[in-house]
C-alpha cells in the first residue's frame, strides 16, 4: 500500500536522498548477575547503542513514523572478564505491521548465546561495512541490514538484494574477527549462514516466500479477497518446502518457522479442510519436530 508505493518511487529514484531514520528499535542492555557498583556502564552502552541504532541514518529512502521499521535488541550481560571485555546474550526480534489490521506479525525471533564484545566508554562509533572494528557495532550493523532485508522482501519482489548484500559486506570485513559468529567454518546458525543462504541463487525461492506471505498475503487477509490472500500464503509455504527439500535445517528455514509457525497454524484454522490437509502435509515435512501443532489446524471446523 502506502509503504509498498513508496517503496517503488524511491527504487527508480536512487539519487533522491532524504535525511530520514529507519527504525524503531528498542535496545536494552542489562547485568543482572554481574557484581559491582559499576553499574552505570552498562546504561552508557545501551545510550549509545540506542543513538547508533534509531539515530543513524541507514538508507537513502524516506519512513514516515508509521513505516518506520520496529524490533527489538536485547543484550543480557553475563561474565565482564576485564572492565573493557562482556560476555552474554543477544536477543533480536523483528515486526511488521500488517496493513488493514492492528495486527503486526513476527518476521525474525533469534539469538545468540555466546555473545562477546569490547566497549570502551567514549569510543568512536562510525561504522564502515567494509571496514571491522568492533563485534558490537558489526553485530548490530548486520542485524539491522538484515531487518531492511527481509522487510523489503516482503514489500517488493527481491526487494531487500541491497540490504542482504551490505549484509554480506559486513560479514567478509569480519572474517578476522576473533569472535565467534561470522566463520563458514562454524556451526550452521551464525551470521555467515544466515546471508549465505539469502544470497545463494539455489535458495532463491525464499525471497518469494517473503513477498508471497506478507505482501499477497497477509497484507490482503482484510480485504475482500480473503480467499486469495491465503492461497497467496499456502503458495508461499509450497515455496518454502522447495527451499528446504534443497537442503534441510537451512537457517533461513528455521528462522521463518520460528517466527510464523503459530501464525500459520491461527490462518489456516479457518481454510477448507482439502487446504488444511495440505499445509499440515507441507510443514509437517519442513518441521517434523512440531508435527502436533501443525494438526490444530484441522482440529477447528472450517467456517
Known amino acids: 500500500m502506502k509503504k509498498l508505493v513508496l517503496f517503488i518511487l524511491l527504487t527508480a529514484c536512487t539519487n533522491w536522498i532524504v535525511t530520514a531514520q529507519e527504525f524503531k528499535i528498542q535496545v536494552s542492555v542489562s547485568a543482572a548477575q554481574i557484581q559491582g557498583s559499576d553499574k552505570e556502564i552498562y546504561n552508557t552502552i545501551q545510550n549509545t547503542l540506542n543513538g547508533f541504532v534509531n539515530d543513524r541514518q541507514w538508507t537513502n529512502y524516506h519512513y514516515e513514523d508509521i513505516e518506520k521499521i520496529e524490533g527489538s535488541i536485547s ?3 553475563k561474565e565482564r572478564p576485564t572492565q573493557e571485555d562482556f560476555k552474554g546474550e543477544i536477543y533480536i526480534q523483528l515486526r511488521r505491521p500488517v496493513y488493514g489490521s492492528t495486527y503486526t506479525t513476527t518476521m525474525l525471533n533469534t539469538q545468540e548465546k555466546d555473545f ?3 566497549f570502551i ?6 561504522f564502515d561495512e567494509n ?3 568492533s563485534n558490537l557495532l558489526s553485530t548490530i550493523a548486520f542485524y539491522l541490514n538484515y531487518f531492511l532485508a527481509l522487510d523489503g522482501d516482503s514489500f517488493a519482489m527481491n526487494g531487500g538484494d541491497k540490504y542482504f548484500q551490505i549484509c554480506q559486506n559486513i560479514v567478509t570485513a569480519a572474517q578476522r574477527s576473533p569472535n565467534e559468529g561470522w566463520k563458514r567454518a562454524e556451526k550452521n546458525i551464525n551470521k555467515y549462514w544466515m546471508i549465505e543462504n539469502y544470497t545463494n541463487t539455489t535458495y532463491s525461492a525464499m525471497h518469494d516466500v517473503w513477498y508471497k506471505y506478507h505482501r499477497l498475503g497477509l497484507d490482503m487477509l482484510s480485504s475482500e479477497n480473503q480467499t486469495e490472500a491465503r492461497n497467496s500464503i499456502y503458495l508461499a509455504l509450497k515455496d518454502l518446502k522447495e527451499v528446504n527439500d534443497e537442503r534441510s535445517g537451512l537457517i533461513c528455514v528455521t528462522q521463518f ?3 510464523k509457525a503459530d501464525e500459520i497454524v491461527n490462518i489456516f484454522k479457518t481454510a477448507p479442510a482439502n487446504e488444511q490437509n495440505d ?3 507441507i510443514m509437517k515435512q519442513i518441521n517434523p519436530a512440531q508435527a502436533n501443532k501443525y494438526e490444530q489446524i484441522s482440529q477447528t471446523a472450517a467456517r
Open 75 to 77: 543484550i543480557n550481560v
Open 116 to 118: 562477546q564484545f569490547k
Open 121 to 126: 566508554e567514549g569510543q568512536n562509533i562510525e
Open 131 to 133: 571496514n571491522y572494528t
Open 257 to 259: 518457522i520460528e517466527a
Open 279 to 281: 499445509v499440515i502435509t
